[in-house]
């Protein structure tokens, strides 16, 4: 009886290791997470209205106002929209552990 009463324990106590490394991993994923999003800063709401910019204006007007290649731009807006989506996966995830 005591030995079923301390495997018990023993795997009690496993659990709460594994739930307590868990909450530090949350915690870093957050933390990980608010970096990045400053990182971003505005820089989604720019890439939206870039991509309204790149499709309305010609190659001209792209040079004039200081966009040489409109593949990097796209790239670079891709790239943001991306990291943004995953920010947005990665905190819902978080909320749900």
Not at 14 to 38: D, P, V
Not at 49 to 70: D, E, F, P, W
Request: charged residues 25%.
């Amino acid at each position: 009886m005591w030995a079923k009463i301390g495997q018990s324990i023993t795997d009690q106590w496993q659990s709460i290791e594994t739930i307590h490394e868990q909450m530090e991993l949350i915690g870093l994923a957050q933390f990980e997470n608010q970096k990045a999003r400053a990182s971003l800063g505005n820089m989604p709401d720019q890439a939206n209205r870039m991509i309204q910019i790149l499709n309305t204006r010609t190659k001209y007007h792209l040079v004039a106002i200081g966009i040489r290649s409109r593949t990097d731009t796209i790239l670079l807006i891709k790239r943001v929209l991306t990291l943004r989506n995953f920010l947005q996966t990665l905190e819902r995830k978080c909320q749900e552990m």
